[in-house]
Nanobody
């Protein structure tokens, strides 16, 4: 299983970014997918979840109304559209999936929001 995130970068507060997570080695369309983030000195936290068919999503309260998780099962890729970014959104963002009771993580992509 391999997960590769991309799309991070430096953005001003109020701006937008779209993260991608490309998956391989897994039956992507059968797996729920997750976005997590970890800010310096803080624990990794769950940002958003999307069900296997994309029909159900859930978000952390801190990102509700600003972030949108989605997926394209034909491309084995998940996305996180981040709008109205805040300084506190600065973190390394990771995608995750789970297979046979084991978690698989990507390498992460850095998102830095500046004032």
């Amino acid at each position: 299983v391999q997960l590769v995130e991309s799309g991070g970068g430096l953005v001003q507060a109020g701006g937008s970014l779209r993260l991608s997570c490309a998956a391989s080695g897994i039956n992507f369309s059968e797996r729920a997918m997750y976005w997590f983030r970890q800010a310096p000195g803080k624990q990794r936290e769950l940002v958003a979840i999307v069900s296997a068919d994309g029909g159900t999503t859930n978000y952390a309260d801190s990102v509700k109304g600003r972030f949108t998780i989605s997926r394209d099962n034909a491309k084995s890729t998940m996305y996180l559209q981040m709008n109205s970014l805040k300084l506190e959104d600065t973190a390394v963002y990771y995608c995750k999936t789970r297979r046979l009771a084991r978690d698989y993580w990507g390498q992460g992509t850095q998102v830095t929001v500046s004032s």
